[in-house]
C-alpha cells in the first residue's frame, strides 16, 4: 500500500473574507506525475490500494481552518455518506470510554482525519473530479467549497494483476 | 493548532488590592464542546480556565498538537497590536516631536509638567485620545490623586510583563512553555509559548507570574517599580479520537463512483497547468 498525500494549505483569513478559492487555496501532493501542484486544479495520480490522504495546513496558524467533506462528484449530495456532526459525536461517546463526554459536541471538525483506500474502479482508469468543503469552526455549519482538484486512477501496477484482482479481470474483459 | 490567550488584567485594582484576584480575565476563543465547570471553594475558577482539546489517534499519539501563546495586557495600559497613538497631520506629528524633545530634555518632573502644560492645544491632541485632566471629572489615579498630565501621556500603566509559568501543569510535563523574542518593544521584546501534552487529559493549574508597573514619584521623577503577582489559572485538557471523515470510523474505502464522470470541458483547460 502506498500513502499519497495531498496537502491543502488554505489562505483562511482571504478565503472567509470571499476571496476566489483559486486565489487563496493551494494543493500539492506527493504522487509522481499528476498536474496542477500549487493550484486548486491538482490532479493526483492514483492506483487502486493506494491510501490518500488529505491534510489542510492553515497558512496563518492562529487562523485555523478544517476540511468539513471531500465530495467525489457523481456521488450524490456533497453531504452524503458524510457523517453528520451529532451523529459522529455519538459513535466517539459509545466507543471511547475513556474520553469524558458531556453531552454537548465534540470539536469534532479537528478530530476528522480524511484518507481512504482507492477502490476499483470501472475501465481500469479515469479521472475522478472532487470537491473540498472548507470550514472555519464548529460552531457554523457555512462551508466554502473548492471545486477544480481531482485523482486520476490509473491502470495497476503489474503485481496487482497478477494477484487477480477485480480490476485485473476487467482488464481481460 | 495555535491558540491565543489574552490575560487582561485591571493592574490599578490589582495594586490596590494587593491581588489579582477578581481583576484578571482570560479571553481564548470560545469552544461549545466544553463541558461547564462549577465553581468549587479553592477549586478551579472556570473564568480562568482554558479548554485545550486535542486529537490523537487509537495508537494514543497526538493526531494535532495544540500551542498556547499567552498575550498579557492591562485594562488601562497602551494598547498592544497597534502602535502608540500618534499624531494626524504633519504639523502634529513636528509639534509631538518637539514636546517630546523638550520633555526629555526637562530635568524634574515640575518642569515636564510645565513644559506639556505649555504646549497642550485641546484642538491640537498632538498625542492622540490619551485622557488629559481637562476632560469632565478629573481622572485620578490608584492613591486618588488627580493625574499628571505626564502620568496621562504615558499611559496608566505600562503593560504588565509575563515573567515565568509554573504549577502543576508544569511540573506533570502537561505543557513546556517557553520565552521567545518578539519585535514588540511593549512586552519587553518577548512572549511566553507552550506545547501541550494532551495525551493528559484532566485540569491542571498553571500559575502565571505577572510583573505589574506601580507608578510612583521618587524624588520627583515618576518611576515605575515591578510588582510580582501569582495568578492562578487552569487547563482542561481533553483529547478526542481522530476519526475518519468518510466513514465515521476507521479506514475505509474512498466514496469514488463506479466510473468516472464525462470530463467537463472546463476542467480539461487546467490540466497540465502548473506542472511540477
Same mark, same amino acid.
Given at each position: 500500500m502506498t500513502i499519497r498525500n495531498i496537502q491543502v494549505f488554505v489562505n483562511a483569513i482571504a478565503l472567509a473574507s470571499g476571496e476566489l478559492p483559486e486565489k487563496a487555496v493551494y494543493l500539492v501532493d506527493d504522487s509522481p506525475g499528476g498536474s496542477g501542484r500549487g493550484s486548486v486544479h491538482l490532479e493526483t495520480h492514483v492506483e487502486p490500494g493506494d491510501l490518500v490522504r488529505w491534510t489542510l495546513i492553515p497558512i496563518d496558524l492562529q487562523a485555523p481552518a478544517f476540511i468539513r467533506s471531500v465530495a467525489f462528484e457523481g456521488m450524490g449530495a456533497p453531504d452524503d455518506g458524510i457523517p453528520s456532526t451529532t451523529a459522529a459525536i455519538a459513535d466517539v461517546g459509545e466507543a471511547g470510554a475513556d474520553v469524558p463526554t458531556t453531552g454537548r459536541p465534540l470539536p469534532i471538525g479537528r478530530s476528522l482525519r480524511w484518507e481512504g483506500l482507492v477502490p476499483m474502479v470501472a475501465g481500469s482508469s479515469g479521472r475522478f473530479p472532487y470537491t473540498l468543503h472548507v470550514a472555519f469552526t464548529d460552531r457554523h455549519p457555512a462551508t466554502i467549497a473548492v471545486a477544480g482538484p481531482s485523482l486520476r486512477v490509473t491502470a495497476p501496477r503489474s503485481e496487482a494483476v497478477a494477484t487477480g484482482s477485480l480490476l485485473a479481470a476487467d482488464d481481460i474483459l | 493548532m495555535q491558540y491565543s490567550l489574552s490575560v487582561v488584567i485591571a493592574a490599578g485594582r490589582t495594586i490596590v488590592d494587593g491581588s489579582a484576584e477578581g481583576h484578571v480575565w482570560l479571553v481564548y476563543p470560545r469552544d461549545e464542546s466544553a463541558p461547564d465547570l462549577e465553581r468549587v471553594e479553592g477549586g478551579p475558577d472556570p473564568a480562568l480556565t482554558?479548554?485545550? $482539546?486535542?486529537?490523537?489517534? #487509537? *495508537?494514543?499519539?497526538?493526531? &494535532? &498538537?495544540?500551542?498556547? %501563546? @499567552?498575550? !498579557?495586557?492591562?485594562?488601562?495600559?497602551?494598547?498592544?497590536?497597534?502602535?502608540?497613538? !500618534?499624531?494626524? $497631520?504633519? *504639523?502634529? #506629528?513636528?509639534?509631538?516631536?518637539?514636546?517630546?524633545?523638550?520633555?526629555?530634555? #526637562?530635568?524634574?518632573?515640575?518642569?515636564?509638567?510645565?513644559?506639556?502644560?505649555?504646549?497642550? %492645544?485641546?484642538?491640537?491632541?498632538? +498625542?492622540?485620545?490619551?485622557?488629559?485632566?481637562?476632560?469632565?471629572? $478629573?481622572?485620578?489615579? /490608584?492613591?486618588?490623586?488627580?493625574?499628571? !498630565?505626564?502620568?496621562?501621556?504615558?499611559?496608566?500603566?505600562?503593560?504588565? /510583563?509575563?515573567?515565568? /509559568?509554573?504549577?502543576?501543569?508544569?511540573?506533570?510535563?502537561?505543557?513546556?512553555?517557553?520565552?521567545?523574542?518578539?519585535?514588540? #518593544? +511593549?512586552?519587553?521584546? @518577548?512572549? @511566553?509559548?507552550?506545547? !501541550?501534552?494532551?495525551?493528559?487529559?484532566? /485540569?491542571?493549574?498553571?500559575? +502565571?507570574?505577572? *510583573?505589574?508597573?506601580?507608578p510612583a514619584v521618587r524624588d520627583g521623577v515618576l518611576t515605575f517599580r515591578p510588582v510580582r503577582f501569582q495568578i492562578p489559572t487552569w487547563l482542561d485538557v481533553r483529547a478526542v479520537p481522530a476519526v475518519n471523515g468518510f466513514t465515521g470510523a476507521g479506514l475505509g474505502y474512498l466514496p469514488l463512483p463506479w466510473e468516472a464522470p464525462a470530463a467537463a470541458p472546463a476542467a480539461a483547460t487546467h490540466e497540465g497547468e502548473a506542472h511540477a
Open positions: - | 482554558f479548554p485545550c $482539546t486535542g486529537v490523537h489517534f #487509537a *495508537d494514543g499519539s497526538m493526531a &494535532d &498538537d495544540v500551542t498556547l %501563546n @499567552w498575550m !498579557v495586557s492591562s485594562v488601562t495600559s497602551i494598547p498592544q497590536g497597534r502602535p502608540v497613538p !500618534v499624531p494626524l $497631520t504633519p *504639523d502634529q #506629528a513636528e509639534l509631538a516631536d518637539r514636546i517630546r524633545e523638550l520633555v526629555s530634555s #526637562a530635568t524634574s518632573l515640575q518642569g515636564q509638567e510645565d513644559i506639556l502644560a505649555a504646549s497642550f %492645544n485641546p484642538q491640537h491632541r498632538p +498625542l492622540g485620545d490619551t485622557r488629559l485632566p481637562d476632560a469632565p471629572g $478629573t481622572p485620578r489615579d /490608584i492613591d486618588g490623586r488627580p493625574i499628571t !498630565v505626564f502620568q496621562a501621556l504615558t499611559g496608566a500603566y505600562l503593560v504588565p /510583563i509575563l515573567a515565568d /509559568i509554573t504549577g502543576p501543569a508544569v511540573d506533570d510535563g502537561v505543557i513546556y512553555p517557553a520565552q521567545y523574542g518578539s519585535p514588540d #518593544a +511593549l512586552t519587553e521584546g @518577548w512572549y @511566553w509559548s507552550a506545547t !501541550v501534552d494532551t495525551a493528559k487529559p484532566g /485540569i491542571h493549574e498553571v500559575i +502565571l507570574h505577572v *510583573d505589574i508597573f506601580r
